[in-house]
């Protein structure tokens, strides 16, 4: 079956399935790192071969492969064999998973916990919506992922009877520190980042007959870069307040601005976010009753008077910024005002608030034909002034519905998923959070998350982008 070209060393049979598994010449020499030039073909795919270009290469039937240039230490190029993997391809992300504590009996572990967890995200990136489906991928990508990703697959794929009870115990905040730390390397940090902080309930979580109910998740979403930077599971609703100071504490908000609904407008979030050198924007309505009202009557009274404009005595310092967008006939305009000062430190209970420089009214008027609404919502931020930058960070925390909750819904079908026992519900809560982010980063595509999961389980050339992103 071997042919030698150019006294090229014999391919084994495993190196084969290796070439075909990895689906690209060009893709697998931009992992190793080669120069331009030294590796250049046509692309390989499972379906065949293509004959690359004149030079050194290795024919095995009637597959044809170049031969190879890695770089050595001092930066000189070496040539190589036919066999170009020597050992595990080196991708990075698998590496993050390797201090995960495994649950299970040590005599009962016929699969390794790494080979698990890596099958169960690339299944999710690619559409996965339970672990059968993360059977049937593993086995449709075998070769692909003993060859590419480097799993050792003792034996064989996992069932879905092994994913499910290694997930339903696989302790869910070892599990979303590991993906955190991964993800937060790929998050490229600005000058005004914002962090949304909002819950979400995993609608069909929950078990009538032992009386579990669905479980609820608070995310932390960096809305610029679209990632996942952390969850809490909390057991209703009404404990957000209790889990946001451990999320909190487990990001690195300096210099970003976290925006909060107003669950989480309490003054030990608030005084929390300023400890740990970020600014906070925070919805206030009914639960700061005091300081809610306070707010609105002296907006009402400013803007009755236009902020005292002609008084110098009355003055009350502001700064305003407004925005229309116009999309399938309808028109909305946003009017953002920001009072600074004096007038804040005034307020009833604004002294018990860390930090709390400028109190906000964002009035939205949304026309729609003939007709026309109009609301108004109160901020609190440790901002000064700049009402364009708040208003950005207010708009931006609407990211977190619609680039990450709506998502789970709508393309990944998160509230419609029955799986409900022990971690397993929480952990897959994960693993979609951290598909998501990846698929986000992706930037080749111009097309939605929904249609880049389907072209990963279509192409494991673009399944690899995304991985490596």
């Given amino acids: 079956m071997l042919g030698l070209v150019n006294n090229a060393e014999p391919l084994l049979p495993r190196d084969v399935a290796a070439w075909l598994a990895l689906g690209s010449a060009t893709l697998w020499a931009q992992q190793k790192g080669l120069r331009g030039g030294a590796l250049q073909g046509a692309p390989v795919t499972g379906n065949g071969i293509g004959a690359p270009p004149l030079g050194n290469r290795v024919a095995v039937g009637r597959a044809s492969f170049l031969r190879w240039e890695l770089p050595d230490a001092n930066g000189a190029r ?3 064999g036919a066999d170009p993997f020597h050992g595990r391809p080196p991708l990075r992300f698998v590496s993050f998973f390797a201090r995960l504590k495994d649950p299970r009996v040590k005599r009962r572990k016929r699969h390794k916990l790494v080979d698990i967890v890596v099958i169960g995200l690339c299944a999710v990136l690619c559409g996965a919506e339970g672990w059968e489906d993360m059977e049937e991928f593993g086995h449709s990508r075998k070769g692909w992922l003993r060859a590419v990703l480097g799993l050792e697959l003792p034996n064989g794929i996992p069932g879905h009877d092994t994913m499910r009870r290694v997930f339903g115990r696989l302790d869910p905040s070892e599990l979303g520190e590991c993906i955190a730390d991964w993800l937060r390397t790929l998050r490229r940090r600005g000058l005004e980042d914002v962090i949304a902080l909002d819950g979400k309930t995993v609608r069909h979580s929950y078990d009538a007959l ?106 009350i310092e502001h700064d305003h910024y407004r925005s229309i967008e116009k999309d399938h006939g309808r028109i909305e ?66 990211r977190v519905e619609n680039g990450l909750h709506y998502v789970l819904d709508v393309a990944m079908g998160e509230d419609a998923c029955g799986i409900w026992k022990d971690n397993g519900p929480e952990n897959l809560a994960t693993l979609r959070r951290a598909a998501i982010s990846l698929l986000r980063q992706e930037r080749s595509s111009r097309r939605g998350v929904k249609a880049r999961m389907k072209r990963a389980a279509w192409d494991t050339d673009y399944l690899i982008q995304v991985l490596l992103s």
């Fill in 78 to 80: 070496r040539r190589g």
């Fill in 210 to 315: 032992t009386g579990q109910s669905a479980i609820h998740l608070v995310s932390a979403w960096a809305t610029e870069n679209g990632l996942a930077l952390g969850q809490v599971k909390v057991d209703g609703k009404s404990n957000e307040i209790t889990a946001l100071p451990q999320l909190l504490k487990a990001l690195d908000v300096s210099g970003c601005t976290v925006t909060i609904d107003a669950m989480g407008c309490q003054r030990e979030i608030a005084r929390q976010i300023r400890e740990q050198q970020g600014h906070y924007v925070l919805a206030l309505k009914g639960n700061q009753e005091g300081l809610h009202e306070s707010v609105k009557l002296l907006f009402d009274d400013a803007l009755a008077h236009g902020f005292y404009a002609k008084d110098p005595n009355r003055r």
């Fill in 333 to 398: 305009t946003r009017n953002c005002w920001v009072i600074s000062g004096r007038h804040v430190a005034e307020l009833t209970q604004a002294g018990k608030w860390s930090g709390l420089k400028s109190v906000v009214l964002v009035q939205s008027e949304r026309k729609v034909g003939e007709k026309v609404s109009t609301e108004r919502r109160y901020f609190i931020t440790s901002h000064e002034g700049k009402a364009g930058k708040i208003a950005r960070a207010v708009r931006e925390h609407w």
